[in-house]
């Protein structure tokens, strides 16, 4: 898996737009780019993935540049139940389902 | 929503036993993965399992584990002599391996081992 690069945390206030940030710039091209979160110690959740283009879900939006070498998780409401360690992650290739888990990015939402 | 579960929540044991961590994955999932977290450290890859026998391992997981797929609900990480280090928070997941990327891993919440 290629390398990412994630800041250490980011504060948020509730009820605004969460940008997360993700550098990969090593990042091959038959690598998708995940993006997990992990509440507390519960098990990592997966959020969204993507290839080349941007992709919208009910739980956030992906963003990658058009080089590939960086994209941003954008949560557009954020929740206080959305603080968590959240976890940018390029993975493809032949390793199914192997996922290099990086420190990730403690986002604490505030009131 | 189906969901992966994991048995027991918490394990505790003595120094050179065998434990024997359960999951049952998502039913209609193909292939089955183990990790571990180690308190305060990142979650690091342990196996992965597709069509009854190992796909891929990592190096952490040497001859003291085994997984196990003994009928067809159950996932199982057995460890044998367990050592104070492997007291870590222990989670299996599932996909079904279909559609582009394939990366989108469930995971259960998790068995924390502890040993003492």
């Known amino acids: 898996d290629a390398k990412t690069t994630q800041p250490t945390s980011m504060d948020c206030a509730e009820g605004r737009a969460a940008n997360l940030p993700c550098n990969h710039s090593?990042?091959?091209?038959?690598?998708?780019v995940y993006w997990y979160r992990q509440i507390h110690s519960q098990g990592p959740q997966y959020i969204i993935h993507g290839l080349k283009n941007n992709e919208t879900n009910e739980m956030a939006s992906l963003i990658i540049t058009e080089d590939r070498k960086s994209s941003t998780l954008i949560l557009p409401h954020a929740t206080l139940r959305d603080t968590a360690v959240y976890y940018c992650?390029?993975?493809?290739?032949?390793?199914?389902?192997?996922?290099?888990f990086g420190q990730g990015t403690i986002l604490t939402v505030h009131p | 929503e189906p969901e992966v579960t994991q048995t027991p929540s918490h394990q505790v044991t003595q120094m050179g036993q065998e434990v024997i961590l359960r999951c049952v994955p998502i039913?209609?999932?193909?292939?089955f993965y183990w990790y571990r977290q180690i308190l305060g450290q990142k979650v690091e890859f342990l196996v992965s399992?597709?069509?009854?026998?190992?796909?891929?391992k990592s190096e952490i997981f040497d001859d003291q584990f085994s997984v196990e797929r003994p009928d067809g609900s159950n996932f199982t990480l057995k460890i044998r002599s367990t050592k104070l280090e492997d007291s870590a928070m222990y989670f299996c997941a599932s996909t079904s391996g279909e559609g582009a990327g394939t990366g989108e891993l469930f995971f259960g919440e998790g068995s924390r081992l502890t040993v003492l």
């Open positions: 090593t990042i091959s091209g038959n690598e998708y």
């Open positions: 992650i390029a993975s493809g290739g032949t390793s199914y389902g192997k996922l290099t």
């Open positions: 039913s209609n999932h193909l292939y």
């Open positions: 399992f597709y069509n009854n026998e190992i796909s891929e």
